[in-house]
DNA sequence: TCTGGGGTCCTTAACCGT
DNA sequence: TCTGACGGTTAAGGACCC
């Protein structure tokens, strides 16, 4: 081990909460919720508030609202999110060019590999810079640990939150991991920890104490010798920047179980053409189609089926995936369908069939002509080398307007804001921005014609438009205290939520963007 | 009215070919 | 020709992570 930490773990704080409730003043340190809202659904992020009340991830929404009913429940808004993260990433990047991240708020950064902190204490002071510049241009908080490995960092980071940051000086990791839980360990979960627990172990002290073998015995091979060698503090898996997917995959919950057989062929089928769209949009083609069936009873079981080349293409996938669900037994009920593709490669079938085209029509004069248009015509299954380069149709949702709850909305008259929540045949909106003092609710018709969705606000500092639209700074404006719905506490802990916008930058008229540290100005 | 969605990795078993 | 060892591939399930 060397003497600095070259291992940064960055953590964001309850992310999807931090970001609503950076983006929709009124919700500033109150609980809020993201997640699925559905009867189903489950809990992503609760904020700090919510925390409070027992609401954590991974929770059924319908147990938190038993919990915290207050607390505002929102779906969330990926998109908004991605941009957020991509921003924070940037940031990260100008740390060290190795950054390898973990979903879209966490990443590892190997700053050895920038030769970026030659000792502890310069590590830390990056950690901090990190910090203060992330706050500046997101308004959000994240949560740093330093460490001589990945493990270590993660630990840190943890130990950190929220909104702090912790260095674990190398040639510590023994004495500080030995009385912590087994569950701290990656790869322990609830079903490790249990067969851990049934053998008396609590401790990673006592998984060291086990022996290798033991947990050879216990666990199985890779996990047993791995575990056993992360709980002396060794861990040498490097930071990796870039990895390829390996596979591509999309499921549904239904709000109520499938009974009828041919809805769950006609879902399976709309299951096929989501997946088909984001592979190709990734630009990947697949070999083995995955299907996935929840019953009623919550038993899971998956259908595979290997093609014999990797392929793209939607009949192709969706006949695969018709043929897997035909196996099935589904009496009793369906809860969750999903449609995967694994085996991804660059290419596709039709790839290799025009190289080998190509390459004959270079080698040798062919009745190339002929040949293509019999491709075409016989689309039969398996992999049909049909070069069909125009976008599948997207089936156009043709019902009633849905307002999902903490939306972004735009109405003719009153400018933009955020779906608070909708039903029986209305939807209540309140309007506010990021820069903008809590917001007034108002109440329309669900198909109110001046109503519609809008793009989420920005957020970023440089993504500030230098001057808003008139009418949403009047807006802004005629938000007067005590139209605050709920009648309730101004923003009161400061501490945790700090808003998205400084207050200084919000006025009622126009002003340019405050100029932050780390941003770039040169915005249009 | 418990239990999402998108992934990764590991294990086991069956099967095939050498 | 039979048997066994072994490796690779496929299929299915399970645990885990965020």
Same mark, same amino acid.
Request: aromatic share 4%; charged share 25%; proline share 8%.
């Given at each position: 081990?060397?003497?600095?930490?070259?291992?940064?773990?960055?953590?964001?704080?309850?992310?999807?909460?931090?970001?609503?409730?950076?983006?929709?003043?009124?919700?500033?340190?109150?609980?809020?919720?993201?997640?699925?809202?559905?009867? *189903?659904?489950?809990?992503?992020?609760?904020?700090?508030?919510?925390?409070?009340?027992?609401?954590?991830?991974?929770?059924?929404?319908?147990?938190?609202?038993?919990?915290?009913?207050?607390?505002?429940?929102?779906?969330?808004?990926?998109?908004?999110?991605?941009?957020?993260?991509?921003?924070?990433?940037?940031?990260?990047?100008?740390?060290?060019?190795?950054?390898?991240?973990?979903?879209?708020?966490?990443?590892?950064?190997?700053?050895?590999?920038?030769?970026?902190?030659?000792?502890?204490?310069?590590?830390?002071?990056?950690?901090?810079?990190?910090?203060?510049?992330?706050?500046?241009?997101?308004?959000?908080?994240?949560?740093?640990?330093?460490?001589?490995?990945?493990?270590?960092?993660?630990?840190?980071?943890?130990?950190?939150?929220?909104?702090?940051?912790?260095?674990?000086?190398?040639?510590?990791?023994?004495?500080?991991?030995?009385?912590?839980?087994?569950?701290?360990?990656?790869?322990?979960?609830?079903?490790?920890?249990?067969?851990?627990? *049934?053998?008396?172990?609590?401790?990673?002290?006592?998984?060291?104490?086990?022996?290798?073998?033991?947990?050879?015995?216990?666990?199985?091979?890779?996990?047993?010798?791995?575990?056993?060698?992360?709980?002396?503090?060794?861990?040498? *898996?490097?930071?990796?920047?870039? =990895?390829?997917?390996?596979?591509?995959?999309?499921?549904?919950?239904?709000?109520?179980?499938?009974?009828?057989?041919?809805?769950?062929?006609?879902?399976?089928?709309?299951?096929?053409?989501?997946?088909?769209?984001?592979?190709?949009?990734?630009?990947?083609?697949? =070999?083995?189609?995955?299907?996935?069936?929840?019953?009623?009873?919550?038993?899971?079981?998956?259908?595979?089926?290997?093609?014999?080349?990797?392929?793209?293409?939607?009949?192709?996938?969706?006949?695969?995936?018709?043929?897997?669900?035909?196996?099935?037994?589904?009496?009793?009920?369906?809860?969750?369908?999903?449609?995967?593709?694994?085996?991804?490669?660059?290419?596709?079938?039709?790839?290799?069939?025009?190289?080998?085209?190509?390459?004959?029509?270079?080698?040798?004069?062919?009745?190339? %002509?002929?040949?293509?248009?019999?491709?075409?015509?016989?689309?039969?299954?398996?992999?049909?080398?049909?070069?069909?380069?125009?976008?599948?149709?997207?089936?156009?949702?043709?019902?009633?307007?849905?307002?999902?709850?903490?939306?972004?909305?735009?109405?003719?008259?009153?400018?933009?804001?955020?779906?608070?929540?909708?039903?029986?045949? =209305?939807?209540?909106?309140?309007?506010?921005?990021?820069?903008?003092?809590?917001?007034?609710?108002?109440?329309?018709?669900?198909?109110?014609?001046?109503?519609?969705?809008? %793009?989420?606000?920005?957020?970023?500092?440089?993504?500030?438009?230098?001057?808003?639209?008139?009418?949403?700074?009047?807006?802004?404006?005629?938000?007067?205290?005590?139209?605050?719905?709920?009648?309730?506490?101004?923003?009161?802990?400061?501490?945790?939520?700090?808003?998205?916008?400084?207050?200084?930058?919000?006025?009622?008229?126009?002003?340019?963007?405050?100029?932050?540290?780390?941003?770039?100005?040169?915005?249009?």
């Amino acid at each position: 081990m060397r003497a600095a930490p070259t291992i940064l773990h960055l953590d964001m704080d309850a992310f999807y909460a931090s970001v609503e409730q950076a983006s929709k003043p009124s919700l500033r340190g109150k609980p809020v919720v993201v997640g699925g809202i559905g009867p *189903r659904g489950v809990v992503a992020t609760a904020s700090y508030e919510a925390r409070v009340f027992g609401v954590h991830s991974a929770m059924a929404t319908a147990q938190a609202r038993r919990l915290c009913p207050n607390a505002a429940y929102l779906a969330p808004r990926f998109a908004l999110y991605r941009r957020i993260s991509d921003a924070v990433m940037e940031l990260l990047h100008t740390l060290s060019p190795l950054v390898e991240p973990l979903s879209l708020d966490e990443a590892f950064v190997d700053l050895e590999a920038a030769g970026a902190a030659d000792c502890a204490e310069e590590a830390r002071a990056v950690g901090e810079q990190l910090r203060q510049d992330i706050r500046s241009l997101t308004g959000l908080t994240g949560s740093v640990g330093l460490a001589g490995s990945k493990m270590l960092a993660k630990i840190g980071s943890e130990q950190a939150k929220p909104d702090g940051l912790v260095l674990i000086e190398p040639g510590t990791e023994r004495e500080l991991l030995e009385p912590m839980t087994v569950r701290t360990l990656p790869g322990v979960g609830p079903a490790t920890a249990e067969h851990l627990r *049934r053998t008396g172990i609590h401790t990673i002290g006592e998984i060291v104490e086990a022996g290798e073998d033991e947990l050879v015995r216990l666990l199985g091979k890779a996990h047993g010798s791995s575990l056993h060698v992360m709980a002396q503090g060794l861990d040498d *898996r490097p930071v990796v920047a870039e =990895r390829d997917a390996k596979s591509v995959s999309v499921e549904d919950t239904f709000d109520v179980d499938l009974h009828d057989r041919a809805r769950v062929q006609s879902e399976v089928r709309r299951l096929a053409e989501r997946c088909v769209q984001r592979l190709r949009s990734a630009g990947r083609s697949g =070999r083995t189609v995955v299907l996935k069936v929840r019953r009623y009873d919550f038993s899971t079981l998956t259908r595979s089926e290997t093609l014999r080349g990797p392929t793209d293409d939607l009949a192709v996938i969706q006949e695969a995936a018709a043929r897997l669900i035909e196996s099935v037994e589904t009496t009793g009920g369906v809860r969750l369908l999903g449609v995967g593709v694994t085996g991804l490669a660059d290419f596709t079938q039709e790839d290799l069939f025009a190289q080998a085209a190509t390459a004959e029509a270079a080698g040798a004069a062919v009745a190339e %002509e002929a040949e293509g248009a019999e491709v075409a015509q016989g689309a039969e299954p398996e992999h049909a080398p049909v070069a069909s380069g125009e976008p599948e149709p997207v089936a156009a949702e043709a019902g009633p307007r849905r307002w999902v709850p903490g939306h972004d909305v735009r109405h003719a008259a009153f400018g933009t804001g955020w779906v608070q929540g909708s039903g029986v045949g =209305r939807v209540t909106v309140r309007f506010e921005q990021p820069w903008s003092a809590p917001g007034r609710v108002r109440t329309f018709p669900v198909d109110d014609p001046d109503l519609e969705p809008a %793009e989420p606000p920005p957020l970023l500092a440089q993504e500030r438009p230098g001057a808003e639209p008139a009418s949403e700074a009047e807006e802004t404006e005629e938000a007067d205290p005590g139209a605050a719905g709920e009648g309730d506490a101004q923003p009161s802990s400061a501490r945790s939520s700090s808003p998205a916008i400084r207050p200084k930058s919000w006025s009622p008229s126009p002003s340019p963007p405050a100029s932050v540290p780390g941003a770039d100005a040169s915005s249009p």
